[in-house]
């Protein structure tokens, strides 16, 4: 832009060869199509993708439709398969914090949406995730209303459990454990949410009435079982980890024995 | 004729909310099922005024255009949440919080509004620890604070770099809960494109179902829009892709005042720019003041690279220009001194950068307490980059990150057209002409959590709304606008795309309606602004159709409102002559760079009436500031 200067690397750009998995509608057939782009190393990989739509509208023809929105890897909206990894080849990012410069000049990327029966392809590369939501209306809150709670500082929570809540706590939930997974499990998700209100003081009173809440929506809504691959881990852009698939499994079975409010 | 009354409570400051509390009228556990309240959005303070309504007993409409209430752009807020809770025993008060926040928003905000925000402030911790959000705590258990820029106090409670997230994804659970008891519908990828007025009450909504492109009418008693700010205007901004001005403008055009739309803020430590293809600009969080310097070399077009410039060469300017605030100055003022120093020639290789240098803070606290305390915005800093910020100093550069002005609202969170209630960043009622850090997380939570279920009741309960259905003329009438807006953008057909013209006006609203402004360059933007608005409407092309997902459809219908917008900035900009928090007149200002405000003359909030296409009718609230006597502003 006219006033910003460039304070980047200046580089050359990379020409590249996409396969771009592109589809009507949830109908529809889809397929490859071929793109040759030019992009800038600095550039990140939906920024890629914008030039490309921009080209393709201004000849009149329909952008490749997908989603993104915070562009900093935290609201979960993104989500790509690129060369066959969910958020693409490098660890613990979001498919929008993925810059070009991991990329070689003349290397052939391709671009599928997440696949898994329970998240729908909507347009090219658009998923329906909805089914996260449902999990989560089951039971994963702590049930108090506004108003009437106590001082925070009532409630001393040790500094390690306060940090291994949050890091159940730090899901985005963008699918990619689901997508990465051969059974399409939603195990990592879903733990994740319990974890978070296991571990900490505030969430014992429901805690085994979540639990078995959220895995009976889980099954129901066509999401696989857990095997133990931890592909899910492997791929998630929060290094979410598969202890909480433990955690969640000791609870679920816990509350046999524990609880008898809910029938599952 | 439109009447300004602000409806704030009589009595002393502390005890207004008090009074106003007891004196709304309440609606009856029993009745309360037979309203029903719409909110749209479903950030901080749409998702806590959704889950807060339905607590209640209301029957609750609630519209995001995500996929899921969760990725509302409140989660990426990073640093924090201030409340006056004096845990650190550092001197804090609900009194200082608000002296804090009007003399932050340089004297133009509503003192009884601010009160009341910092007033509820502690009440929003609690309910959060409630709700089972993790944030930071000491060995001890109890919860840990840091400082942010423009308090010298340490109030800001935060959850690692990703506080927006842990707040959202309490107030989403929340609201999830309510979905789940059946008091709150959710009604997802639906874009508000007009508010239903009918007899001068807000009485429904007409939205885009985004994945069937349907025109889809819902009615209710009230509306409340949590539909966020505009930055977007400026097309690279640290705001998300999607947030746009569009609700709340097509309120505006409905009978809403907008107000104070030229109190921008530009944040001071946002990544600059990488080239022409940039769709944003990511934010660096204001914490990382706490401990990084900010500085440039004392020459003009430096070339070195950061580690061989030696200390003597280099200028360390906000310590040097405000020593008590140093490196924790206020945004604004932060913003406008890397602005200046860069217009010198002495930023990064001559360029728009200054460095954020954590060299000091490494040498005295260890890399490990700095890697405890900002390791995820290092690595995001390193992945976006390509540097590691523990060797060589981040680069940084102000970007348009947050609105202060936006719809105007009285007391209550009421707009000018009755029935319809703004909450969160897109009213415009607490922050003034600029807001400080920490401080969004905590309006929109107010609004949400403590303020509508209030005032909502008493609207209910005094005005007895009636409930229109859909098949209501007004709201057929509504309907087919927003139908043939649709068709007459899908009919252009042009050469340029969205993205090219939104990019077009981007940079008109940035190098004439950003960080500083003037009177020639204002009159020269609202002329930019209608050549390229007419340009758009007679050249865009939009491929696709309406009957199914489109997202350059969607874009399109928002750049359609940025026109609207950019040109009220620079005229609200124009109308301001006094430089105040983010706004910048070149024309007023000190010998030493520092804004001059004009409190004679200018000591009101500017309410802009919609009167036709490129018309407003100026309105104005006079502050009055009974409690914090307006001063100079200093940070020195």
Same mark, same amino acid.
């Given at each position: 832009?006219?006033?910003?200067?460039?304070?980047?690397?200046?580089?050359?750009?990379?020409?590249?060869?996409?396969?771009?998995?592109?589809?009507?509608?949830?109908?529809?057939?889809?397929?490859?199509?071929?793109?040759?782009?030019?992009?800038?190393?600095?550039?990140?990989?939906?920024?890629?993708?914008?030039?490309?739509?921009?080209?393709?509208?201004?000849?009149?023809?329909?952008?490749?439709?997908?989603?993104?929105?915070?562009?900093?890897?935290?609201?979960?909206?993104?989500?790509?398969?690129?060369?066959?990894?969910?958020?693409?080849?490098?660890?613990?990012? #979001?498919?929008?914090?993925?810059?070009?410069?991991?990329?070689?000049?003349?290397?052939?990327?391709?671009?599928?949406?997440?696949?898994?029966?329970?998240?729908?392809?909507?347009?090219?590369?658009?998923?329906?995730?909805?089914?996260?939501?449902?999990?989560?209306?089951?039971?994963?809150?702590?049930?108090?209303?506004?108003?009437?709670?106590?001082?925070?500082?009532?409630?001393?929570?040790?500094?390690?459990?306060?940090?291994? #809540?949050?890091?159940? #706590?730090?899901?985005?939930?963008?699918?990619?454990?689901?997508?990465?997974?051969?059974?399409?499990? #939603?195990?990592?998700?879903?733990?994740?949410?319990?974890?978070?209100?296991?571990?900490?003081?505030?969430?014992?009173?429901?805690?085994?009435?979540?639990?078995?809440?959220?895995?009976?929506?889980?099954?129901?809504?066509?999401?696989?079982?857990?095997?133990?691959?931890?592909?899910?881990?492997?791929?998630?852009?929060?290094?979410?980890?598969?202890?909480?698939?433990?955690?969640?499994?000791?609870?679920?079975?816990?509350?046999?024995?524990?609880?008898?409010?809910?029938?599952? | 004729?439109? @009447?300004?009354?602000?409806?704030?409570?009589?009595? *002393?400051?502390?005890?207004?909310?008090?009074?106003?509390?007891?004196?709304?009228?309440?609606?009856?556990?029993? &009745?309360?099922? +037979?309203?029903?309240?719409?909110?749209?959005?479903?950030?901080?303070?749409?998702?806590?005024?959704?889950?807060?309504?339905?607590?209640?007993?209301?029957?609750?409409?609630?519209?995001?255009?995500?996929?899921?209430?969760?990725?509302?752009?409140?989660?990426?807020?990073?640093? =924090?949440? /201030?409340?006056?809770?004096?845990?650190?025993?550092?001197?804090?008060?609900?009194?200082?919080?608000?002296?804090?926040?009007?003399?932050?928003?340089?004297? $133009?905000?509503?003192?009884?509004?601010?009160?009341?925000?910092?007033?509820?402030?502690? %009440?929003?911790?609690?309910?959060?620890?409630?709700?089972?959000?993790?944030?930071? $705590?000491?060995?001890?258990?109890?919860?840990?604070?840091?400082?942010?820029?423009?308090?010298?106090?340490?109030?800001?409670?935060?959850?690692?770099?990703?506080?927006?997230?842990?707040?959202?994804?309490?107030?989403?659970?929340?609201?999830?809960?309510?979905? %789940?008891?059946?008091?709150?519908?959710?009604?997802?990828?639906?874009?508000?494109?007009?508010?239903?007025?009918?007899?001068?009450?807000?009485?429904?909504?007409?939205?885009?179902?985004?994945?069937?492109?349907?025109?889809?009418?819902?009615?209710?008693?009230?509306?409340?829009?949590?539909?966020?700010?505009?930055? %977007?205007?400026?097309?690279?901004?640290?705001? !998300?892709? &999607?947030?746009?001005?569009?609700?709340?403008?097509?309120?505006?055009?409905?009978?809403?005042?907008?107000?104070?739309?030229?109190?921008?803020?530009? *944040?001071?430590?946002?990544?600059?720019? *990488?080239?022409?293809?940039?769709?944003?600009?990511?934010?660096?969080?204001?914490?990382?003041?706490?401990?990084?310097?900010?500085?440039?070399?004392?020459? +003009?077009?430096?070339?070195?690279?950061?580690?061989?410039?030696?200390?003597?060469?280099?200028?360390?300017?906000?310590?040097?220009?405000?020593?008590?605030?140093?490196?924790?100055?206020?945004?604004?003022?932060?913003?406008?001194?890397?602005?200046?120093?860069?217009?010198?020639?002495?930023?990064?290789?001559?360029?728009?950068?200054?460095?954020?240098?954590?060299?000091? !803070?490494? /040498?005295?606290?260890?890399?490990?307490?700095?890697?405890?305390?900002?390791?995820?915005?290092?690595?995001?800093?390193?992945?976006?980059?390509?540097?590691?910020?523990?060797?060589?100093?981040?680069?940084?550069?102000?970007?348009?990150?947050?609105?202060?002005?936006?719809?105007?609202?009285?007391?209550?969170?009421?707009?000018?057209?009755?029935?319809?209630?703004?909450?969160?960043?897109?009213?415009?009622?607490?922050?003034?002409?600029?807001?400080?850090?920490?401080?969004?997380?905590?309006? =929109?939570?107010?609004?949400?959590?403590?303020?509508?279920?209030?005032?909502?009741?008493?609207?209910?309960?005094?005005?007895?709304?009636?409930?229109? @259905?859909?098949?209501?003329?007004?709201?057929?009438?509504?309907?087919?606008?927003?139908?043939?807006?649709?068709?007459?953008?899908?009919?252009?057909?042009?050469?340029?795309?969205?993205?090219?013209?939104?990019?077009?006006?981007?940079?008109?609203?940035?190098?004439?309606?950003?960080?500083? $402004?003037?009177?020639?360059?204002?009159?020269?933007?609202?002329?930019?602004?209608?050549?390229?608005?007419?340009?758009?409407? %007679?050249?865009?092309?939009?491929?696709?159709?309406?009957?199914?997902? /489109?997202?350059?459809?969607?874009?399109?219908? $928002?750049?359609?409102?940025?026109?609207?917008?950019?040109?009220?900035?620079?005229?609200?900009?124009?109308?301001?002559?006094?430089?105040?928090?983010?706004?910048?007149?070149?024309?007023?200002?000190?010998?030493?760079?520092?804004?001059?405000?004009?409190?004679?003359?200018? &000591?009101?909030?500017?309410?802009?009436?919609?009167?036709?296409?490129?018309?407003?009718?100026?309105?104005?609230?006079?502050?009055?500031?009974?409690?914090?006597?307006?001063?100079?502003?200093?940070?020195?």
């Amino acid at each position: 832009m006219e006033t910003r200067k460039s304070n980047g690397s200046g580089s050359d750009g990379l020409s590249l060869k996409l396969k771009i998995w592109r589809q009507k509608s949830s109908r529809s057939p889809g397929s490859f199509i071929d793109y040759d782009v030019q992009v800038s190393p600095d550039a990140s990989f939906l920024e890629m993708l914008d030039e490309l739509n921009n080209k393709l509208e201004a000849k009149g023809e329909e952008p490749v439709h997908f989603e993104s929105d915070c562009r900093e890897g935290i609201c979960g909206t993104c989500g790509l398969v690129i060369n066959g990894h969910p958020h693409g080849p490098l660890p613990k990012i #979001a498919t929008c914090q993925l810059h070009m410069r991991n990329f070689k000049d003349g290397q052939t990327i391709w671009i599928e949406p997440f696949r898994a029966k329970a998240f729908p392809v909507i347009k090219d590369l658009m998923v329906d995730r909805s089914g996260f939501d449902i999990i989560l209306e089951a039971g994963g809150y702590i049930s108090v209303n506004t108003g009437g709670s106590p001082d925070a500082n009532l409630i001393p929570i040790p500094k390690d459990v306060a940090g291994e #809540a949050f890091d159940a #706590a730090a899901c985005i939930g963008c699918g990619a454990c689901v997508a990465a997974c051969k059974n399409a499990s #939603a195990m990592l998700f879903t733990s994740a949410k319990v974890s978070q209100y296991a571990l900490l003081p505030q969430g014992q009173q429901e805690r085994y009435r979540r639990v078995q809440k959220m895995i009976a929506v889980m099954d129901e809504l066509g999401f696989g079982s857990c095997t133990n691959t931890y592909a899910c881990e492997a791929e998630c852009p929060k290094g979410i980890s598969v202890t909480n698939i433990a955690r969640m499994n000791r609870d679920f079975v816990s509350a046999k024995f524990k609880s008898k409010e809910v029938e599952v | 004729m439109i @009447k300004l009354e602000s409806k704030i409570p009589e009595g *002393h400051i502390s005890e207004k909310w008090t009074n106003h509390k007891f004196n709304m009228k309440l609606v009856n556990p029993a &009745n309360k099922r +037979k309203y029903t309240v719409i909110v749209v959005g479903t950030g901080l303070a749409g998702a806590s005024a959704a889950a807060s309504l339905g607590e209640l007993g209301y029957n609750v409409l609630a519209f995001t255009y995500h996929d899921s209430a969760r990725r509302a752009h409140s989660i990426a807020a990073q640093g =924090g949440i /201030n409340a006056a809770k004096n845990y650190q025993n550092d001197g804090d008060s609900v009194y200082r919080l608000f002296y804090d926040t009007v003399k932050g928003g340089d004297f $133009r905000a509503r003192e009884a509004n601010v009160y009341r925000l910092a007033e509820v402030s502690g %009440n929003i911790i609690d309910q959060c620890v409630a709700q089972g959000v993790p944030f930071a $705590r000491e060995y001890g258990g109890l919860l840990d604070n840091r400082s942010f820029g423009g308090a010298q106090v340490s109030r800001t409670f935060y959850a690692r770099g990703q506080t927006g997230q842990q707040l959202l994804l309490g107030a989403v659970s929340a609201l999830n809960r309510q979905v %789940n008891k059946g008091s709150v519908k959710l009604f997802t990828r639906r874009e508000m494109l007009d508010v239903v007025v009918i007899d001068g009450y807000a009485k429904g909504i007409v939205c885009r179902n985004l994945l069937t492109g349907e025109i889809e009418k819902y009615s209710a008693h009230a509306v409340c829009l949590a539909t966020g700010g505009y930055s %977007n205007v400026y097309f690279l901004s640290t705001n !998300a892709m &999607n947030c746009n001005v569009t609700a709340a403008w097509r309120a505006h055009k409905r009978g809403a005042l907008f107000a104070n739309p030229c109190f921008t803020q530009i *944040h001071p430590t946002c990544l600059p720019l *990488h080239g022409e293809s940039q769709s944003k600009l990511a934010l660096m969080s204001e914490s990382l003041r706490n401990d990084g310097r900010v500085w440039v070399s004392k020459n +003009k077009g430096e070339t070195r690279s950061p580690n061989d410039i030696p200390e003597e060469e280099r200028d360390y300017y906000l310590e040097r220009k405000y020593p008590s605030f140093g490196n924790l100055s206020p945004r604004d003022i932060s913003s406008r001194a890397a602005k200046e120093v860069c217009d010198e020639g002495r930023g990064v290789k001559g360029g728009e950068a200054v460095y954020l240098d954590f060299k000091d !803070a490494i /040498n005295r606290l260890g890399k490990k307490v700095i890697e405890e305390r900002y390791g995820n915005l290092f690595e995001i800093y390193e992945t976006i980059t390509g540097e590691n910020p523990y060797e060589v100093p981040m680069m940084i550069y102000p970007a348009p990150h947050y609105t202060m002005g936006g719809v105007w609202v009285d007391y209550n969170l009421m707009s000018t057209v009755p029935g319809l209630f703004i909450l969160g960043e897109a009213n415009f009622s607490d922050h003034g002409a600029n807001r400080l850090g920490a401080s969004a997380l905590m309006q =929109g939570l107010a609004d949400g959590y403590f303020v509508i279920p209030y005032t909502m009741g008493n609207y209910l309960a005094s005005d007895k709304p009636s409930f229109e @259905k859909t098949d209501h003329p007004g709201f057929e009438k509504i309907a087919s606008e927003v139908k043939d807006l649709t068709n007459k953008l899908l009919s252009i057909k042009g050469k340029r795309t969205v993205d090219d013209i939104h990019k077009q006006l981007g940079r008109i609203m940035w190098n004439k309606v950003g960080m500083a $402004r003037n009177e020639k360059g204002l009159n020269e933007a609202i002329k930019d602004i209608r050549e390229l608005k007419n340009e758009f409407w %007679n050249n865009v092309t939009i491929p696709g159709s309406g009957d199914d997902v /489109n997202q350059t459809l969607e874009r399109a219908g $928002r750049l359609v409102d940025y026109f609207e917008l950019g040109e009220l900035m620079a005229k609200d900009a124009l109308d301001r002559n006094e430089s105040c928090g983010g706004h910048f007149r070149e024309e007023y200002q000190f010998e030493d760079g520092e804004a001059k405000r004009d409190d004679e003359k200018y &000591n009101y909030v500017a309410a802009w009436e919609f009167a036709g296409d490129g018309k407003w009718n100026l309105h104005k609230e006079t502050l009055d500031f009974e409690y914090v006597k307006p001063a100079i502003r200093s940070y020195k």
